[in-house]
């Protein structure tokens, strides 16, 4: 069992920065996969960036590249979410994930745990 607390979400105005964290417990943190995900009301949610077990290797959501970095702290098992130039279109609750399989992966299912989500809201 992995147990998965976001924080770090808030209001913040469009060109903003903001940093959001996820602190594991439970089983081994670097035997995971994470990953970070977002879902607007109304709406499906959404893989944003994800990074290997050893944190070498990192993928990104189409919306975010260029804009967002992952990054984790296997020592503090800890990832982070490096959120830079917000736009109001990043409005939604972000969660974290984890995953055992080294398969890299989009799919939200593949994930075994999940956050309970942190409320990151832009405004223009």
């Known amino acids: 069992q992995v147990l998965l607390v976001e924080s770090g979400g808030g209001l913040v105005q469009a060109g903003d920065s903001l940093r959001l964290s996820c602190a594991a417990s439970g089983r081994t943190f670097s035997s995971y996969a994470m990953a970070w995900f977002r879902q607007a009301p109304g709406t499906e949610r959404e893989f944003v960036a994800r990074i290997s077990r050893n944190g070498i290797t990192s993928s990104y959501g189409d919306s975010v590249k260029g804009r967002f970095t992952i990054s984790r702290d296997n020592a503090k098992n800890t990832v982070y979410l490096q959120m830079n130039s917000l736009k109001p279109e990043d409005t939604a609750v972000y969660y974290c994930?984890?995953?055992?399989?080294?398969?890299?992966?989009?799919?939200?299912?593949?994930?075994?745990?999940w956050g309970q989500g942190t409320q990151v809201t832009v405004s223009s």
């Open positions: 994930a984890a995953d055992s399989s080294p398969a890299a992966t989009k799919y939200a299912g593949a994930y075994e745990y």
